[in-house]
């Protein structure tokens, strides 16, 4: 396999390296264009624990939608700890505000007993919609997100991952 890399003309292997970063930028280009159409700074998030159990398990991936939504009670959101860069999906069950004055918001897991008001940063009693709320869930895909998990609790893979993929890419003839 690495003989191949070594056959290659100086322009083809060029030819395959811009072909990788084209590849690269042009995922970059449809996450970022994602994030502008849902106003959301992450469109698609993955559930990491099994405190939204039975309506989201670990591993499912999420679609999030940002723009124009009057949040309402028993709708799922994906909010962010102030100083914390950890998204968490959990249902509000209570709302206090809304129309001229600022929409607040208390979540909590399905899964759990009790509010997120001990997960919030400290001092803080609620969420504010217009902050903190990365999106609201508009759909998902069951397990797809393991991968993700994988990834994440071993860096190794990732490093192995993206040197294959790079190596198959500057390999590639066609």
């Known amino acids: 396999m690495l003989s191949a890399l070594g056959n290659l003309q100086p322009r083809q292997f060029l030819t395959q390296v811009l072909n990788f970063a084209l590849i690269l930028s042009t995922a970059f280009m449809l996450w970022k264009g994602l994030s502008i159409v849902t106003d959301s700074p992450s469109p698609i998030v993955v559930v990491l624990s099994g405190s939204m159990e039975p309506a989201f398990q670990r591993g499912d991936l999420l679609f999030l939608w940002n723009r124009g939504q009057e949040t309402q009670i028993g709708e799922v959101v994906v909010y962010n700890v102030r100083d914390k860069d950890i998204p968490i999906v959990h249902r509000v069950v209570r709302r206090y505000g809304g129309g001229t004055k600022p929409l607040k918001l208390l979540t ?16 803080q009693d609620y969420l504010e919609r217009s902050k903190d709320i990365i999106g609201s869930v508009v759909g998902y895909v069951p397990f797809v997100g ?3 998990i994988l990834l994440s ?10 040197g294959i993929m790079g190596l198959m890419v500057v390999i590639q003839r066609e």
């Open 108 to 123: 909590k897991g399905d899964n759990n007993s009790a509010d997120d008001t001990a997960l919030y940063a400290e001092g």
């Open 146 to 148: 393991y991968v993700t």
């Open 153 to 162: 609790e071993h860096p190794w893979l990732k490093t192995a991952m993206l």
